[in-house]
Structure formats: structure tokens, C-alpha cells
């Protein structure tokens, strides 16, 4: 790795801390910083008076600590700065072989700055320090829309579950009448009353005209399913 301005940035939940070293890894400074646009502004008004200072091409490395990274990790590659991602799967692999100062559970902007010095000399350590790459557009898009999706996927899996559960407390026989319990039609049948004992009381012709039901759920009803329905709340 060509000589850099070695940044090394400890991601918290409200602050951050920083620590920044010559290329030999002896730290300069270190102060912490809020996540906030005037964190973020006096993060960037440090680090260039020392690239002035030093006429050193500056590269960053933190942890994505459960996002807390963004959006300083953007405006860190939008200035034009290399930015490397501390892979912690390779980090405990790391701890695993090499004993010592590294073995500590906590990694801060000082260790990180230490994981510089020794990417340069262990290939092991250079695996734990992984550039950031820029990726198009479209891409980051994309990542954004499926991991929402995910996160509405879960969500609805989650209230399915709270669903199908209360129903099975409260009446079992319903959920004998359907594989799923997130199915239109069932989710129309068993709402188109306000109250769960009244479904007994549905006429055939009432059930035929609950969109996405047609002729076989009716016969099942009629076979048994309905009258027990009328014993529960």
C-alpha cells in the first residue's frame, strides 16, 4: 500500500471516535466526533489539515457497526478519500492466530490504526482491511430496495405468526379449513363478520360471494367446520 494519511475511525451509536497517524502508524491526533452534519464537518476540517500539512492521499478505515456508519462513510468516498471496511469475520480470525495486543475484544481507532501497520506486513491482517469499491448508481438502488423488501418480508412473517397464533387460541377449527392463514379468501371470510360466531350462521350463497372462495370451501364449511366454529368466541 502506497504511504497514506491512516485514519482509523471507531463507529458509536451518537459519537465517533478518531484517531489519525503518519504511514508509519505513529497517531497525530485523536478526538471524537457527533454524528452530526457539524461532527462530520469538523471530522473532514482535521484530516485536511494534515493532508496539507503532510501532502499525503488520506485512506479511512471503520467498522459498519450496524449502519451507524452512514452517511459518513459516503461523504468520506465523495471527498475522494480510499475507504476500507474492517471485515470482523476475518478480524476474529485474525485474533485467533495472533496472540497479543490485537486478541483485545475491543476494536478502536487506535487498533485500527495498528491493523494498517501490520496489512502492510501480514497477509492476514491485509484481508481484515477491505476497500470499499465504488459501485454504480443503480446498484446502490437496488441494495436499498431488497434490503427493504427483507425487512418488509420479516415484518410480515412476524404478524402472520402473531395471527395464525391468536386465531389458534381462540378457534382452532378455523385454521383446519385453510394451509395458510394469510390467504385472501380466508382473510375475507373470517372479516366479513364482527364476530367469529356468526360465521356459523353464514348462508352458502353469503360464503359463494366472498371473493376467491367459490364452490369447494363451502362444502367443507358445510361438512362440519361451521358448526364447531359457533361453540368459540
Keep these: 500500500m502506497e504511504p497514506h494519511l491512516r485514519v482509523g475511525i471507531d463507529v458509536g451509536y451518537r459519537t465517533h471516535r478518531v484517531a489519525i497517524a503518519t504511514p508509519d502508524g505513529e497517531i497525530v491526533e485523536e478526538f471524537d466526533i457527533s454524528h452530526s452534519t457539524a461532527g462530520f464537518e469538523h471530522f473532514f476540517h482535521r484530516v485536511e489539515c494534515h493532508r496539507h500539512r503532510t501532502e499525503l492521499s488520506v485512506a479511512v478505515a471503520m467498522e459498519g457497526y450496524n449502519g451507524y456508519a452512514r452517511p459518513l462513510d459516503r461523504l468520506i468516498r465523495e471527498k475522494g478519500y480510499r475507504l476500507y471496511n474492517v471485515n470482523n469475520l476475518k478480524l476474529a480470525r485474525f485474533k485467533e492466530v495472533f496472540p497479543g495486543a490485537a486478541k483485545t475484544d475491543v476494536i478502536d481507532a487506535r487498533k485500527i490504526i495498528e491493523l494498517f501497520h501490520l496489512r502492510d506486513q501480514l497477509p492476514l491482517a491485509k484481508d481484515v482491511l477491505q476497500e470499499v469499491v465504488e459501485i454504480p448508481p443503480v446498484n446502490e438502488k437496488l441494495k436499498r430496495l431488497s434490503r427493504r423488501r427483507r425487512q418488509l418480508v420479516n415484518e410480515k412473517i412476524r404478524v402472520q405468526n402473531r395471527f395464525q397464533s391468536d386465531l389458534q387460541s381462540v ?63
Excluded at 178 to 187: I, K, S, V
Excluded at 189 to 197: A, E, G, H, P, Q
Excluded at 221 to 228: D, T
Design 171 to 233: 378457534c382452532p377449527e378455523l385454521l383446519a379449513i385453510t394451509t395458510r392463514a394469510d390467504n385472501r379468501w380466508f382473510l375475507r371470510f373470517i372479516t366479513c363478520r364482527d364476530d367469529l360466531r356468526k360465521l356459523a350462521r353464514l348462508r352458502q350463497s353469503s360464503v359463494r360471494g366472498i371473493p376467491g372462495i367459490g364452490e369447494k370451501y363451502p362444502i367443507s364449511l358445510r361438512n362440519g367446520n361451521s358448526r364447531r366454529v359457533s361453540h368459540r368466541k
